[in-house]
Nanobody, 124 residues
Framework: QVQLVESGGGLVQAGGSLRLSCAASGRTFGTYAMGWFRQASGKEREFVAAITHAGITKYYADSVKGRFTISRDNNKNTFLQMNNLGPEDTAVYYC??????????????????WGQGTQVTVSS
C-alpha cells in the first residue's frame, strides 16, 4: 500500500498554468501505475490522466489532451502539468495509485490508494 500527498493547487487565471505534485511513500511504489482524477462541485469524480509503472504509456481524458501532461520520477513523485487552464478545469484534484497492473485506469474503482486532494480554481 502507498500513501499519497498532493500539492501545487491554487488559484490561477484562465489561460494560465499549474503543476500538481504527488509524493508517495511505500516500498512498492515502482510497481504502481499512477493517475489523477478530479471532482468539481456537485459532480462525480472523473478521470484525468494515468501513467504506467514504468512511465512508458500515458493516458488522458479527451477534455485535457494537448493541455495536461502526466509524468513521474524515480523519487516516488508523480506530476500533472496543466497548461491553458479554463474555468471548466476548476475542481479538487486527487492523486491515485493503481496496485494492479493493466487496470482500467479510467475507472475510480481500479484505484487502490487516494491522496487527500488539492483544490484548483481557474478564474475567467
Amino acid at each position: 500500500q502507498v500513501q499519497l500527498v498532493e500539492s501545487g493547487g491554487g488559484l490561477v487565471q484562465a489561460g494560465g498554468s499549474l503543476r500538481l505534485s504527488c509524493a508517495a511513500s511505500g516500498r512498492t511504489f515502482g510497481t504502481y501505475a499512477m493517475g489523477w482524477f478530479r471532482q468539481a462541485s456537485g459532480k462525480e469524480r472523473e478521470f484525468v490522466a494515468a501513467i504506467t509503472h514504468a512511465g512508458i504509456t500515458k493516458y488522458y481524458a479527451d477534455s485535457v489532451k494537448g493541455r495536461f501532461t502526466i509524468s513521474r520520477d524515480n523519487n516516488k513523485n508523480t506530476f500533472l502539468q496543466m497548461n491553458n487552464l479554463g474555468p471548466e478545469d476548476t475542481a479538487v484534484y486527487y492523486c491515485a495509485a493503481y496496485r494492479v497492473q493493466g487496470s482500467i485506469y479510467t475507472q475510480s474503482s481500479s484505484v487502490s490508494s487516494w491522496g487527500q486532494g488539492t483544490q484548483v480554481t481557474v478564474s475567467s
